[in-house]
């Protein structure tokens, strides 16, 4: 069984997701990444790692992630879940079918390889999840209704999840990005940032290494903003 870290990104072919699996790589960690469009298999074979094109709304792509995984490195010690985009309209005019898509991109996105992982951590007694979240879970916009509903559930569960599993040493916790540069840029999303400029993706990425690292083993149920000041809560 290796003894190095392993870690799984979700939605790990390009954007947030790539940058979070280029840094994991880079600090030591043998890398699993599923990605729909082929790319985190490519990105998976540059790192040395193990690739699956597939959806991280299915259960069986999940699945063959983890089961290649443990075979190849013998253990998960970290499970980064990143998601694509949801619908977007005005709050009324969301469709039921919207509304449900919505919550498989935003919300069972974590929920399905959690709990198809989780078993592994705990039997190791460690592990960190990290959820890729958004800056307006708390903040809600109108412009990503869909994506603050169901993130605001997300930091329920994971409240939930950190409760339950703290006594094994399995923690999760939520990265809250803000405007990040995998976006297109408009002058006024800028303006709209204290900073006044777009977050890095590896901005994103180191934060992602930090809670999965050591240094980050008393933090849990937690959710970071990092997002230049644009949000804030007392």
């Known amino acids: 069984m290796s ?5 799984v990104v979700t ?8 940058a979070v699996a280029k840094r994991l790589a880079a600090d030591g960690y043998k890398v699993a990444i599923l990605s729909s469009s082929g790319k985190g298999e490519a990105l998976a074979a540059e790192l040395g790692g ?8 299915s259960v069986d792509d999940l ?11 013998g253990r998960i010690d970290v499970l980064v879940n990143s998601a694509g985009h949801g619908p977007r309209a005005q709050i009324l005019e969301i469709t039921d079918e919207q509304w449900h898509t919505g919550l498989d991109v935003y919300l069972l996105n974590v929920i399905r390889p959690t709990r ?5 951590m705990v039997s190791q007694k460690s592990g960190a999840i990290i959820n890729i979240s958004t800056a307006w879970a708390f903040e809600p916009s109108e412009m990503f209704p869909t994506s603050a509903v169901f993130r605001a559930g997300l930091a329920a569960y994971t409240k939930i999840f950190s409760d339950t599993y703290a ?8 990265v ?5 540069d995998s976006l297109p840029a408009t002058d006024a999303r800028r303006d709209m940032v204290p ?6 993706s590896e901005e994103i990425a180191a934060t992602v290494a930090f809670l999965a690292s050591e240094g980050a083993g008393y933090i849990t149920g937690q959710n970071l903003r990092v997002d230049g000041g644009l949000t804030r809560s007392v």
């Open 176 to 180: 809250l990005p803000g405007w990040i």
């Open 195 to 200: 900073m006044q400029r777009y977050g890095k």
């Open 167 to 174: 006594p094994d040493n399995v923690r999760m916790n939520n």
């Open 50 to 57: 193990i690739g699956v094109t597939g959806s991280n709304q």
């Open 63 to 73: 699945q063959r992630l983890a089961d290649l995984t443990l075979e190849k490195f």
């Open 11 to 18: 939605a790990g072919g390009s954007g947030m997701g790539a």
């Open 116 to 120: 198809i992982i989780t078993p592994t």
């Open 3 to 7: 003894t190095e870290k392993v870690a």
